[in-house]
C-alpha cells in the first residue's frame, strides 16, 4: 500500500497550494480519505476529511479556506488549500480510512502517506 503526497513548499500569507496524495494498493473508492496536519511542537490534528461518497468535514481552522476533493478514477484525494496564513505551516499528511461512510479517529486510518511540508511565510 502506498500513499504519495504532493505539492507541498513554501508560498506567502493569502496564498494557495493544493496537495494531491496518489494511492495504490488498496480499493481507494470504497474508503473514508483524510488530510492531516502536525505542526511542530502540536498535536496532528484533523484537516478534512471525506467520505467515499464524497461528503466533506472540515476542521474549524481551515473551514471556508480548503477544500477536500478524491478522483475515484485516479485514485487520488486532493486538498486545496486557499487564504493561507502562517498558522497552516506544518507537515500534511494524507491518510486512508477502513471502508465505510462514516468518520473515523487517527487510530482508525490504517494507512498514512509519508507527509508534505507546507510553510506559510508572513
Known amino acids: 500500500v502506498q500513499l504519495q503526497a504532493s505539492g507541498g513548499g513554501l508560498v506567502q500569507a493569502g496564498g494557495s497550494l493544493r496537495l494531491s496524495c496518489a494511492v495504490s494498493?488498496?480499493?481507494?473508492?470504497?474508503?473514508?480519505m483524510a488530510w492531516y496536519r502536525q505542526a511542530p511542537g502540536k498535536q496532528r490534528e484533523l484537516v478534512a476529511d471525506?467520505?467515499?461518497?464524497?461528503?466533506?468535514n472540515y476542521g474549524d481552522p481551515v473551514k471556508g479556506r480548503f477544500t477536500i476533493s478524491r478522483d475515484n478514477t485516479e485514485n487520488t484525494v486532493y486538498l486545496q488549500m486557499s487564504s493561507l496564513k502562517p498558522e497552516d505551516t506544518a507537515v500534511y499528511y494524507c491518510?486512508?480510512?477502513?471502508?465505510?461512510?462514516?468518520?473515523?479517529?487517527?487510530?482508525?486510518?490504517?494507512?498514512w502517506g509519508q507527509g508534505t511540508q507546507v510553510t506559510v511565510s508572513s
Open positions: 491518510a486512508a480510512g477502513p471502508g465505510g461512510d462514516g468518520r473515523y479517529l487517527p487510530s482508525e486510518y490504517a494507512y
Open positions: 494498493g488498496i480499493i481507494f473508492s470504497v474508503r473514508t
Open positions: 471525506i467520505t467515499k461518497r464524497g461528503i466533506a
